[in-house]
T-cell receptor
Framework: DVKVTQSSRYLVKRTGEKVFLECVQD?????MFWYRQDPGLGLRLIYF???????EKGDIPEGYSVSREKKERFSLILESASTNQTSMYLC?????????????FGNGTRLTVT | GENVEQHPSTLSVQEGDSAVIKCTYS??????FPWYKQELGKGPQLIID?????GEKKDQRIAVTLNKTAKHFSLHITETQPEDSAVYFC????????????FGTGTSLTVIP
C-alpha cells in the first residue's frame, strides 16, 4: 500500500512565524500535491509538483511556497503565518501525469495560527 | 478551470437503506472521476473511480454512474451500514492536462442504526 506520511498531526503557531509542513511518500510517485481543507469549501489545491525541483501553482497559492528537493518529499512553507491560514492541510501523491491514477492522501496536519 | 458541484451537503439514512450522492462538472474534457471517503481524523481514501469511456462501475455495495452528456456522476451505496458514516468527496480530473483534481465540497453521510 502507498503510504503518505505527514510529519505533524497538529501544529500551533503564532502569527508571523515561518511554518514548514513536511510530507513523504514511499511509492516512488512522480506527482505530489498540497491541499487545504476547510468546512463547506472542500479541498482546494495550493501547489503541486510533477518532478524534483519543479512546482506549479494551484488555485490558492498566495501566502504559500513549496520545496521538492527529493522525489519522495514535498514541503509546504508558510512564509509568514496568518490566522486565515488556520486549516487542515492534506498532502497527496499520484503515480505520474498522463495516467488515470488516483490521489493517495496523508492523514493531514491541522494547523492553528494564533 | 473545472468546477465540481456536489449535493447534498448532508445526508441521513436508516441502516439498510440506500444513499445517493450527486456531482456535476463543467469541463467536458474531464475524463477521470474518483470518489473518496474521509473518516474522522483521517485523510480521504479512494473508494471507487470511473473513467469517461465507462457508464457504470460497481464494487459490492458501492456503484458509480457517469453521464458524460449531462456532465454528472453519482455515487450509490446500497444496504448502508453504520461504518459507512463519513464525509464523501467526488472529484474530476483530466489526465491529458496534468492530473489536477477538482473536488466537490463534500457530503456528510450519517447512517442511523
Amino acid at each position: 500500500d502507498v503510504k503518505v506520511t505527514q510529519s505533524s498531526r497538529y501544529l500551533v503557531k503564532r502569527t508571523g512565524e515561518k511554518v514548514f509542513l513536511e510530507c513523504v511518500q514511499d511509492m516512488d510517485h512522480e506527482n505530489m500535491f498540497w491541499y487545504r481543507q476547510d468546512p463547506g469549501l472542500g479541498l482546494r489545491l495550493i501547489y503541486f509538483s510533477y518532478d524534483v525541483k519543479m512546482k506549479e501553482k494551484g488555485d490558492i497559492p498566495e501566502g504559500y511556497s513549496v520545496s521538492r528537493e527529493k522525489k519522495e518529499r514535498f514541503s509546504l512553507i508558510l512564509e509568514s503565518a496568518s490566522t486565515n491560514q488556520t486549516s487542515m492541510y492534506l498532502c497527496a501523491s499520484s503515480i505520474f501525469v498522463g495516467r488515470d491514477s488516483p490521489l493517495h492522501f496523508g492523514n493531514g496536519t491541522r494547523l492553528t495560527v494564533t | 478551470g473545472e468546477n465540481v458541484e456536489q449535493h447534498p451537503s448532508t445526508l441521513s439514512v436508516q441502516e439498510g437503506d440506500s444513499a445517493v450522492i450527486k456531482c456535476t462538472y463543467s469541463d467536458s474534457a474531464s475524463n477521470y472521476f474518483p470518489w473518496y471517503k474521509q473518516e474522522l481524523g483521517k485523510g480521504p481514501q479512494l473508494i471507487i473511480d470511473i473513467r469517461s469511456n465507462v457508464g457504470e462501475k460497481k464494487d459490492q455495495r458501492i456503484a458509480v454512474t457517469l453521464n458524460k452528456t449531462a456532465k454528472h456522476f453519482s455515487l450509490h451505496i446500497t444496504e448502508t451500514q453504520p461504518e459507512d458514516s463519513a464525509v464523501y468527496f467526488c472529484a474530476a480530473s483530466n489526465r491529458d492536462t496534468g492530473n489536477q483534481f477538482y473536488f466537490g465540497t463534500g457530503t456528510s453521510l450519517t447512517v442511523i442504526p
